[in-house]
Nanobody, 112 residues
Framework: QVQLVESGGGLVQPGGSLRLSCAASGSIFSDSVMGWYRQAPGKERELVARITRDYTTNYADSVKGRFTISRDNAKNTVYLQMNSLKPEDTAVYYC??????WGQGTQVTVSS
């Protein structure tokens, strides 16, 4: 059974940085597309970034140039480095594996 555990969320001031981590159990990690999604209050969940097994990346337009997704297959972990954070980045961030498995989410709040 696949389990995803996110960490690294918190409160940060505008312009600050955070790094989210998502550790996955199970043997399918290295063959799977990994993604980060977010959901703000009153809004639908949206794709933030994803990375394929050959390290091809895609980003939402709203985070291009500020966020970087990466993966370490040896550690079964995917990361999201978030720089130049804005208040509109405030949301619960979720890790996703292969489209069908979700983590519990980690809160990111950007506020002064």
């Amino acid at each position: 059974q696949v389990q995803l555990v996110e960490s690294g969320g918190g409160l940060v001031q505008p312009g600050g940085s955070l790094r989210l981590s998502c550790a996955a159990s199970g043997s399918i990690f290295s063959d799977s597309v990994m993604g980060w999604y977010r959901q703000a209050p009153g809004k639908e969940r949206e794709l933030v970034a994803r990375i394929t097994r050959d390290y091809t990346t895609n980003y939402a337009d709203s985070v291009k140039g500020r966020f970087t997704i990466s993966r370490d297959n040896a550690k079964n972990t995917v990361y999201l480095q978030m720089n130049s954070l804005k208040p509109e980045d405030t949301a619960v961030y979720y890790c996703n594996l292969a489209g069908g498995h979700w983590g519990q989410g980690t809160q990111v709040t950007v506020s002064s």
